[in-house]
């Protein structure tokens, strides 16, 4: 009857909000979703914001700069010095979500049959974008250091790619689905891939707030500037929707001029400009001081709750599930160790109220149909031990 675009003739949505129909099943205990805790959200801080906000009635409620309002960029550009990565508010572009940061730049940058390498197992939203997108995505492989760059190296040095790649997607701190972070000396070695061969590294970093053990490291874009012609290789993604909350829909992207400019012009054309009214209640939040407070209590607790899930799954399911503990963020990625197939496992897990997302879902090829990813930021610490033993049972008898 209609006329679709091929990419949208037969489309399939997202792998993990597929499983979003289970949660209104009585007494599930979902591991699924990589959503923050809600107990956790700073109401207090964001209602005082929000009411700081709104006596600024043109600012909040008319439209703003597609570019992001300027006191919003101010106070994003302190966060990232603080982060250890000075940059200017010039260099960013505020976005409705990191998400919508990569859909411009893919609008911007990729056409249909270029060449993007991402790594993998990889956040499958990435994975549908690309698709829709027509790239021709290269996977390179990830281990408990990150992304594998010996590997992503030796496929420059034997001519494997059919052509220069336009971009590299990695997310280098407590990845998602691994949880992994990407190794100093990695980095490094990537850095200077990306100069010699000239493709862009997509650097996503949601997460690296969320540290709770480790050493920190600086980002891609911090290092960048120790690697010479690098710096203008690198664009940095972040989020609010992790360390703040998700509703405020505010993300930011730092990236050379050029693209900056040309991601301006396709988020015009996409919603003139995210919303302001969010903007700048999260501008309030920042300038305030509350979010420097408020995060080690988020840390604290995810760092409890991580350490449950992995000691009830060492309790619990010794031997059948293999993982490693990560130093922060929200995942814990498992691997059967019997082959069994993770999405079998994960029926005879939901009849016992307890779910998670069977790795299927982070793949492009090369499919490890026994891993899965279990997120523990959301539910309660009694809900984590009963929710691994409800796995157990499962296991059991599946």
Known sequence: MFSFNSPFEAPTGSPIRELFKYLAQPGMISFAGGYPASDLFDRDGLDAAAARASQQTTLCLQYGPTDGLAVLKEQLALL???RGTPCTPQELLVTTGSQQGFDLLLRVMVAPGDVV??????YPATLQALKLQEANVVTVPVDQDGLDVA??????????LPCTPKLLYTVPTFANPTGATLSLERR???????????FLIVEDDPYGNLRFGGEALPSLLALSDQVPGSRDWVVHFSSLSKIVAPGLRVGWMVAHAEILR???????????????????????????????RHLPRIVDAY????RTLCDALDAQLAGHIAFHRPAGGMFVWARLVGGQNASDYLRACIERNVMFVPGVAFYKDNIDLSALRLSFAAPGVADIETGVQRMKQALANS
């Open 117 to 122: 390498l991402v790594e993998q197992p990889a």
């Open 303 to 306: 760092a409890v709750k991580c």
């Open 80 to 82: 990232m010095t603080r």
């Open 262 to 292: 040309r991601c301006v012009v396709a988020k015009q054309t996409v919603d003139l400009c995210s919303s302001p009214w969010t903007q700048a209640i999260a501008s309030e939040y920042l300038a305030s001081g509350a979010l420097e």
């Open 188 to 198: 490094m070695a990537l850095l200077k891939l990306a100069a010699r061969y000239r």
């Open 151 to 160: 590997a992503l190296a030796a496929l420059f040095e034997a001519g494997a």
